[in-house]
Every structure is written in structure tokens, then in C-alpha cells.
């Protein structure tokens, strides 16, 4: 998916890799090869728990980092447009394996996702961009060329391989985990960062042979959630949303200096939550410290013993064609 190479999201939103599942169930059948063709992270009102898993089994959706978005978005700060021009410009590339005996009912299915380079077509064609809107409700357009259900791909170097996540198809759904989950996010046109989340889990619906999910149907697509630890929160997250702060901070303080930031009514709100030395900037000290960052970043659940920020995304996914060593048949 720029939060999740963003935030996903990689990220994954995106992207996505889980290892360490806890089911005694080893997946069975053919593997299924796919790409994320779009990662969706929150922005509306009710989007958090809609993209959230039960992570720490009190029976609610976890996602704190979900309803941060959700309120950042409402200052139009758009961590969808970044995951958005992510994925589709290739900067995050998440490959899914899919290993199951049958789509609709199924003992022992797996889930695991790697990170990807090296497509075939490339994303944009030369000279090729993605084309982003601004604001809260910005679209995306361009490139993609490599998510028509036909792409191949190499498996990054760096991505991580570890065990997939396990757990049964029923009546035409996957649940599984929990495990470990790494996702690459990439906010503001950033560099995309890996954050491996644990206790991870993964829902989803309407998957097939040659797709996960469609996105003209919200009932369809997979679930993607789990825990940030307080290190990655720290050193990769909100170090993470400070060019999208920035980036609103630019458009709507223009010719801002210390003391006169000259800014419109939503720059004025943006600074007013984050920026507490009044410099007109926002480091990633002040979005810590700050009574926004404390009520939204604190930790919300416990995984085993360690206290983490909850996470969840939702993907859908085309077909594609990469090779994992070792792997049995595959499609």
C-alpha cells in the first residue's frame, strides 16, 4: 500500500506478513497467488471498528490506530491518499499466499503475506505518475499496471517468511492467527517502513482463485490486524505521519515563520493540537506529548504482557504469479 512501503495499511495496510500462528491445524491444499490492489485504512466514522479484530479476546474489534486516522482525517490530514499512491505506483507491493483444500468450508486453510519487487509490467509505464486529489475525501488515479490480475513478481530480499497464518474457511469466510503480522507503511510520500505487529489476526471474504474480495461489495476482502509494540510506534509510526502533517502545514500556513504562521482555518487547527513550542512545525515529540497523541496513541491492549497499539486494515487483492521456495502447487 502513503502510510501502510505507508500504513497499508504494506502496509503493508499494507502489505503483510504473519508468522507464529497458534493453530494446531497445518493449512492444507493448493496455494493462491495474489497482489493488493488496495489497502483501506480508516477515515470515517465507524471505519475503525469495521477494519478491527478481536486481538486481545474480550469480544470488541481493536483499533486505536484506526481511530487515530479517523481523526486526523477529519483535519484533513488523508492517510488514505498516501497508502492510495503507494500501491499503485508500486512503492508497496504486498503478495498474499493463500493455501486451501476449498473456498467455501475448509479444516486447515493458511494466510501469509510477503513483500514484493521486481513487476512485470512495472506499476507506471515511463513518464507515468499517480495523480493524487487533495482533502479528506482525494482519490487517486495513474500506474497500476501491475495490478490486472495477470502481474509477476519477485519476492523481496528483505520481506520476511515466516509461518502463515492458520485458521478454518467457514461458510465462505477466513479467520486466522494469532500471529505475527508485518506491514509496510508509508505516510506522505515517505519511504516505506516495515512494523511488525503481534498477535496479529486476518478475516476475510469472497476470496477465489484469481481474487480477494471485490471492492464494489464491502462485505468482501480481508481483515488485516494486530498490535504495534511501543518501539515501532515510537521510531517507525510517528515518525511516519510528520511529512503528512507537514504537507497540510505547507498548503494551509503558507510563508509561515516562528511566531507568524500565518495560517487558514484548518492549518490553525492542525497546529493548535501538535504544535506546542509554537515554531509553526510539528516534530515527532510534540504529535508523542500532545493531549491528541496521548488519548490516541496510548497503548490498548496487552498481548502477551506487552502493551501495544492496536492496528487494523482491510485489503482486497488481484491475481499474480510469484514463486516461494519450498512451496508445494501453486496457482
Same mark, same amino acid.
Given at each position: 500500500?502513503?502510510?501502510?512501503?505507508?500504513?497499508?495499511?504494506?502496509?503493508?495496510?499494507?502489505?503483510?506478513?504473519?508468522?507464529?500462528?497458534? &493453530?494446531?491445524?497445518?493449512?492444507?491444499?493448493?496455494?493462491?497467488?495474489?497482489?493488493?490492489?488496495?489497502?483501506?485504512?480508516?477515515?470515517?466514522?465507524?471505519?475503525?471498528?469495521?477494519?478491527?479484530?478481536?486481538? @486481545?479476546?474480550?469480544? #470488541?474489534?481493536?483499533?486505536?490506530?484506526?481511530?487515530?486516522?479517523?481523526?486526523?482525517?477529519?483535519?484533513?490530514? #488523508?492517510?488514505?491518499?498516501?497508502?492510495?499512491?503507494?500501491?499503485?505506483?508500486?512503492?508497496?507491493?504486498? /503478495?498474499?499466499?493463500?493455501?486451501?483444500?476449498?473456498?467455501?468450508?475448509?479444516?486447515?486453510?493458511? /494466510?501469509?503475506?510477503?513483500?514484493?519487487?521486481?513487476?512485470?509490467?512495472?506499476?507506471?509505464?515511463?513518464?507515468?505518475?499517480?495523480?493524487?486529489?487533495?482533502?479528506?475525501?482525494?482519490?487517486?488515479?495513474?500506474?497500476?499496471?501491475?495490478?490486472?490480475?495477470?502481474?509477476?513478481?519477485?519476492?523481496?530480499? &528483505?520481506?520476511?517468511?515466516?509461518?502463515?497464518?492458520?485458521?478454518?474457511?467457514?461458510?465462505?469466510?477466513?479467520? =486466522?492467527?494469532?500471529?505475527?503480522?508485518?506491514?509496510?507503511?508509508?505516510?506522505?510520500?515517505?519511504?516505506?517502513?516495515?512494523?511488525?505487529?503481534? =498477535?496479529?489476526?486476518?478475516?476475510?471474504?469472497?476470496?477465489?482463485?484469481?481474487?480477494?474480495?471485490?471492492?464494489?461489495?464491502?462485505?468482501?476482502?480481508?481483515?488485516?490486524?494486530?498490535?504495534?509494540?511501543?518501539?515501532?510506534?515510537?521510531?517507525?509510526?510517528?515518525?511516519?505521519?510528520?511529512?503528512?502533517?507537514?504537507?497540510? /502545514?505547507?498548503?494551509?500556513?503558507?510563508?509561515?515563520?516562528?511566531?507568524?504562521?500565518?495560517?487558514?482555518?484548518?492549518? #490553525?487547527?492542525?497546529?493548535? !493540537?501538535? @504544535?506546542? #513550542?509554537?515554531?509553526?512545525?510539528?516534530?515527532?515529540?510534540?504529535?508523542?506529548?500532545?493531549?491528541?497523541?496521548?488519548?490516541?496513541?496510548?497503548? @490498548?491492549?496487552?498481548?502477551?504482557?506487552?502493551?501495544? /497499539?492496536? !492496528?487494523?486494515?482491510?485489503?482486497?487483492?488481484?491475481?499474480?504469479?510469484?514463486?516461494?521456495?519450498?512451496?508445494? &502447487?501453486?496457482?
Amino acid at each position: 500500500m502513503a502510510f501502510l512501503r505507508p500504513l497499508f495499511f504494506a502496509a503493508a495496510l499494507s502489505s503483510l506478513v504473519a508468522c507464529g500462528s497458534s &493453530s494446531n491445524n497445518t493449512p492444507q491444499g493448493t496455494h493462491y497467488h495474489y497482489v493488493a490492489s488496495r489497502v483501506l485504512v480508516p477515515t470515517m466514522t465507524g471505519d475503525a471498528t469495521k477494519y478491527g479484530l478481536d486481538l @486481545d479476546g474480550d469480544g #470488541n474489534p481493536d483499533n486505536a490506530l484506526g481511530n487515530l486516522l479517523t481523526a486526523l482525517s477529519t483535519q484533513g490530514i #488523508n492517510a488514505q491518499t498516501s497508502i492510495d499512491e503507494a500501491v499503485f505506483d508500486g512503492n508497496i507491493t504486498l /503478495l498474499t499466499d493463500f493455501q486451501t483444500t476449498d473456498f467455501t468450508n475448509a479444516a486447515a486453510s493458511g /494466510l501469509q503475506v510477503y513483500l514484493g519487487d521486481d513487476a512485470m509490467p512495472p506499476a507506471c509505464g515511463s513518464g507515468e505518475m499517480v495523480t493524487c486529489g487533495s482533502g479528506a475525501t482525494a482519490t487517486c488515479t495513474g500506474c497500476q499496471h501491475d495490478l490486472q490480475g495477470t502481474g509477476s513478481f519477485g519476492i523481496d530480499p &528483505s520481506s520476511p517468511m515466516d509461518a502463515a497464518l492458520e485458521g478454518p474457511i467457514v461458510g465462505g469466510t477466513f479467520k =486466522g492467527g494469532p500471529g505475527m503480522l508485518s506491514l509496510e507503511i508509508s505516510l506522505g510520500g515517505a519511504a516505506a517502513t516495515e512494523v511488525d505487529l503481534i =498477535g496479529a489476526r486476518a478475516q476475510g471474504a469472497g476470496i477465489t482463485a484469481t481474487a480477494i474480495g471485490d471492492q464494489s461489495d464491502d462485505s468482501t476482502g480481508l481483515i488485516l490486524g494486530g498490535a504495534i509494540t511501543e518501539t515501532d510506534l515510537q521510531t517507525k509510526v510517528i515518525p511516519s505521519i510528520i511529512p503528512v502533517i507537514q504537507g497540510v /502545514l505547507t498548503t494551509h500556513c503558507p510563508g509561515a515563520v516562528p511566531g507568524n504562521c500565518m495560517c487558514d482555518a484548518t492549518g #490553525n487547527t492542525v497546529l493548535g !493540537l501538535f @504544535d506546542t #513550542n509554537h515554531d509553526c512545525m510539528v516534530s515527532a515529540a510534540e504529535i508523542s506529548n500532545s493531549s491528541f497523541g496521548m488519548t490516541l496513541l496510548a497503548p @490498548d491492549v496487552t498481548i502477551d504482557g506487552m502493551p501495544a /497499539l492496536s !492496528l487494523g486494515v482491510k485489503a482486497f487483492a488481484v491475481g499474480a504469479t510469484f514463486t516461494v521456495a519450498g512451496e508445494g &502447487s501453486a496457482q
